[in-house]
């Protein structure tokens, strides 16, 4: 499994990129279909399926960006903008790392 960033990872499934977030001590996790029962990892929750890893990578974005906003509920535009902005800069530096391994 591949640890994006906060509680957010990416793992190879069969057929596609799988998008999970780590859940706390507190959460549960939610089975919804066959389909995750079978990709399920215990204590992670599935939050997407992706076909590439560029399209979860942007996924977990959207998804830190969300947490960010409901965490934060005075959150102004501006700053939101400005992590946004530094989220996207940190993802490109990732990617641009782990393409080098390659």
């Known amino acids: 499994m591949l640890h994006i960033k906060n509680d957010y990872y990416i793992k190879a499934g069969a057929k596609s990129y799988i998008l ?4 706390s ?7 919804i279909d066959a389909e995750d029962e079978i990709e399920s990892i ?3 929750k599935n939050i997407g399926y992706y076909s590439k ?3 979860a990578i942007k996924a977990a974005m959207e998804e830190m960006v969300r947490d960010q906003i409901n965490n934060n509920a005075d ?6 903008v400005e992590y946004i902005a ?8 990732f ?3 782990k393409v080098q391994g390659l």
């Open 20 to 23: 999970m977030k780590k859940l």
């Open 25 to 31: 001590k507190k959460e549960k996790p939610e089975v």
């Open 42 to 44: 215990s204590g992670y």
């Open 53 to 55: 890893i560029e399209t």
């Open 75 to 80: 959150t102004e535009l501006k700053e939101i």
């Open 86 to 93: 530094k989220l996207r800069k940190e993802m490109d530096d």
């Open 95 to 97: 990617l641009t790392e």
